[in-house]
């Protein structure tokens, strides 16, 4: 004989029974917003791991897994570079593989040749893309300007900003 419970259900159907999927609660949310949250979910993660856990093999973020940093799940779609963490929506994706290919034939350049390939007469640290073009380190040349940041070497979209 099986013992019901308060709500007339058996202990073993209510410890048995699936748990119901929760329904994820779709938001809009902006560029700032998003950054936040992955900044949040960095801190969680264990020593020597970093953001790119959230990307798929198209370099998209996996929204889904920051839904405790939000207030639901992002209805846009977002994606990061690998190699600058540079975070855009989905219209401009094309650009975070332009940049990951521009940071690796950086990279590459300061490993052969320990000095910047950087564009002459420029008051910014501007590359010289046709320079890592013609030197076989880009294959294709890009559309947009590139800048270092720092002493990092960090590719940005944009010139450091003189304080």
């Known amino acids: 004989m099986e013992r019901e419970g308060k709500n007339g259900k058996s202990w073993w159907k209510r410890f048995s029974q699936q748990k119901e999927e929760e329904v994820d609660h779709e938001i809009d949310v902006t560029l700032p917003q998003i950054r936040q949250a992955i900044h949040e979910y960095e801190q969680t993660l264990p020593k020597g791991v970093n953001r790119t856990v959230l990307l798929d093999d198209t370099q998209e973020i996996d929204t889904k897994r920051l839904k405790q940093h939000l207030a639901g799940v992002p209805k846009q779609r977002f994606f990061m570079s690998k190699e600058t963490f540079h975070i855009v929506p989905e219209e401009e994706r094309d650009v975070i593989y332009e940049m990951d290919q521009v940071q690796r034939a950086l990279d590459l350049y300061m490993d052969q040749e320990q000095k910047l390939p950087l564009r002459k007469f420029q008051d910014t640290l501007q590359l010289d893309l046709t320079r890592l073009r013609e030197g076989g380190y880009l294959q294709i040349?890009?559309?947009?300007?590139?800048?270092?940041?720092?002493?990092?070497?960090?590719?940005?979209?944009?010139?450091?900003?003189?304080?």
Do not use: A, G, H
């Open 141 to 163: 040349l890009p559309k947009r300007p590139y800048y270092v940041v720092d002493e990092t070497l960090i590719v940005s979209l944009e010139p450091k900003q003189n304080d």
